[in-house]
């Protein structure tokens, strides 16, 4: 099946600072990724769509400054969390679909990154 | 909008025995239903996924699930698990022709010798 890469898989940075994460699909196509964030024993929540060539499209709630996505080619979506504060710690998820516009389509999932912001 | 209820934080079960995780959904219409599987480490892996037709799915692993539109339920399982399935476990259910589904919380299933 299709495989999603993120970088790095965990990081830790000092409060004020930023950190750029990254999703990559390794052996495909992603004209949209998606981008999650997953509290500890708790849901995945949509956070924005990126799509590439475009403005990513973000979830009602989410900081669109705080949260800076680039989508700059058709493998690498770039999720910068900027000054990070430590309630932005969480574990960040990728995905990307394949498949079209059916009933095919199915979201491949990265790994996730662990951050921590101290 | 849809949700997705997951009643059971946690499931222990002894290797072998069999096991049910519940989903339940909320949505207008019928939705579409997945299972996914996260383990540490990996990414979120779909099990198996309903979106029409026969209402019993047989997915990858051994896994299976019956949607139950009366009971709004989707359930996941296994006649006998193996200390490998131990992971979280999502239900996701999502709106025909979005594609991106909405998670419910997980259940973490623990496996005994």
């Known amino acids: 099946g299709a495989v999603v890469s993120q970088h790095p898989s965990w990081v830790i940075c000092k409060s004020g600072t930023s950190v750029k994460i990254e999703c990559r699909s390794l052996d495909f196509q992603a004209t949209t990724m998606f981008w999650y964030r997953q509290f500890p024993k708790q849901s995945l929540m949509l956070m924005a769509t990126?799509?590439?060539?475009?403005?990513?499209?973000?979830e009602q709630g989410v900081e669109k400054d705080k949260f800076l996505i680039n989508h700059a080619s058709l493998t690498l979506s770039t999720l910068t969390v900027t000054s990070a504060h430590p309630e932005d710690s969480s574990f960040y998820i990728c995905s990307a679909p394949v498949g079209g516009t059916g009933p095919n389509r199915e979201q491949y999932f990265g790994p996730g990154t662990r951050l921590t912001v101290t | 909008a849809q949700s997705v209820t997951q009643p059971d934080i946690h499931i222990t079960v002894s290797e072998g025995a069999s096991l049910e995780l519940r989903c339940n959904y909320s949505y207008g219409a019928t939705p579409y239903l997945f299972w996914y599987v996260q383990s540490p480490g990996q990414g979120l892996q779909l099990l198996l996924k309903y979106f029409s037709g026969d209402t019993l799915v047989q997915g990858i692993k051994g896994f299976e699930a019956e949607f139950k539109r009366s009971q709004s339920s989707f359930n996941l399982r296994k006649p006998s698990v193996h200390w490998s399935d131990a992971a979280e476990y999502f239900c996701a259910v999502g709106a025909r022709g979005s594609y991106i589904p909405t998670f419910g919380r997980g259940t973490s299933l623990i496996v005994h010798p």
């Open positions: 990126s799509n590439e060539g475009s403005k990513a499209t973000y």
